[in-house]
Nanobody, 123 residues
Framework: QVQLVESGGGSVQAGGSLRLSCVVS????????MGWFRQAPGKEREGVAA???????TYAPSVKGRFSISKDNAKKTLYLQMNSLKPEDTAIYYC?????????????????WGPGTQVTVSS
């Protein structure tokens, strides 16, 4: 089993920044994908950014150039640096883990999910 716990959410004004963290515990796989997803009220969960075990990132077009995903293998922690935040970035952000090399931004390919952290961006 893989356990995930997010932190770092909060409220910020448009143009501001936040950094989300996700600590991984339990069993981990040698081949994996990790990702950040978000879900706004009344909308489907969408992929924001993902990173493969070698460290190659993938971004949704809506956040490319503003968000940056990274990981610290020694600390077993995934990060999402969010800059130039917009009101439309408001959502619950989830960390996810896939025991697969091909998960990318497809939520159905992720096996494990954190409880989520709220991000609110005001105009």
């Amino acid at each position: 089993q893989v356990q995930l716990v997010e932190s770092g959410g909060g409220s910020v004004q448009a143009g501001g920044s936040l950094r989300l963290s996700c600590v991984v515990s339990g069993y981990t796989y040698s081949i994996y994908f990790m990702g950040w997803f978000r879900q706004a009220p009344g909308k489907e969960r969408e992929g924001v950014a993902a990173i493969s075990d070698p460290g190659t990132p993938t971004y949704a077009p809506s956040v490319k150039g503003r968000f940056s995903i990274s990981k610290d293998n020694a600390k077993k922690t995934l990060y999402l640096q969010m800059n130039s935040l917009k009101p439309e970035d408001t959502a619950i952000y989830y960390c996810a883990y896939a025991s697969s090399r091909w998960a990318f931004l497809l939520p159905g390919r992720y096996n494990y999910w954190g409880p989520g952290t709220q991000v609110t961006v005001s105009s």
